[in-house]
T-cell receptor
Framework: QKEVEQNSGPLSVPEGAIASLNCTYS??????FFWYRQYSGKSPELIMF????GDKEDGRFTAQLNKASQYVSLLIRDSQPSDSATYLC?????????FGPGTRLSVLP | GAVVSQHPSRVICKSGTSVKIECRSL??????MFWYRQFPKQSLMLMAT?????????EQGVEKDKFLINHASLTLSTLTVTSAHPEDSSFYIC????????????FGNGTRLTVT
């Protein structure tokens, strides 16, 4: 069964620090990788996607992909209390989207 | 672009009644839509994949006769929870993709269903 794994957290970081969120996946043939943010009681919203090995930066967010290690991460620089949410890693495996369980991030003021 | 609209956002119904949830792709055509359910503090769970013009594909353990899905047009999919029971109370979220191998899922705002 194709799986996506994340630490459930909570991951607590002080305001202004870098938050690092990690995700591993089992299907070596996966090609597309996505990070979603979900606030409590809300639906997920897309933050970033990455398809190629290496880093992709968008504002305070950087996604990193290492297909050889089957690992994708999300870095949030200058973390703000408003970044406190659950972050979902999603992997497109064939035509299917497989979601990880999410990591709960808490940014402490 | 890629806006998905879901209605209603909240619904309270009595046990035994049926509830219909609508999911619309506003600015694109979606041949495939996905329905998820999420219980408090738990992960997203895929319920079914809705295909325009054909029968939905249900995940294992999801009762197709209880959760009726209709995808009659390229911009509208509906989920009907029939004979709702309190254990059906959950957060139901639809999503759609523009298609193509690298297109992300775009989610509706979700529907909070409470069955009393």
């Amino acid at each position: 069964q194709k799986e996506v794994e994340q630490n459930s957290g909570p991951l607590s970081v002080p305001e202004g620090a870098i938050a690092s969120l990690n995700c591993t996946y089992s299907d070596r043939g996966s090609q597309s990788f996505f990070w979603y943010r979900q606030y409590s009681g809300k639906s997920p919203e897309l933050i970033m996607f990455i398809y190629s090995n290496g880093d992709k930066e968008d504002g305070r967010f950087t996604a990193q992909l290492n297909k050889a290690s089957q690992y994708v991460s999300l870095l949030i620089r200058d973390s703000q209390p408003s970044d406190s949410a659950t972050y979902l890693c999603a992997v497109m495996s064939g035509q299917n989207f497989v979601f990880g369980p999410g990591t709960r991030l808490s940014v402490l003021p | 672009g890629a806006v998905v609209s879901q209605h209603p956002s909240r619904v309270i119904c009595k046990s035994g009644t049926s509830v219909k949830i609508e999911c619309r792709s506003l600015d694109f055509q979606a041949t495939t839509m996905f329905w998820y359910r999420q219980f408090p503090k738990q992960s997203l769970m895929l319920m079914a994949t809705s295909n325009e013009g054909s029968k939905a594909t249900y995940e294992q353990g999801v009762e197709k006769d209880k959760f009726l899905i209709n995808h009659a047009s390229l911009t509208l999919s509906t989920l009907t929870v029939t004979s709702a029971h309190p254990e059906d109370s959950s957060f139901y979220i639809c999503s759609a993709t523009l298609g193509g191998s690298n297109s992300p899922l775009h989610f509706g705002n979700g529907t909070r269903l409470t069955v009393t």
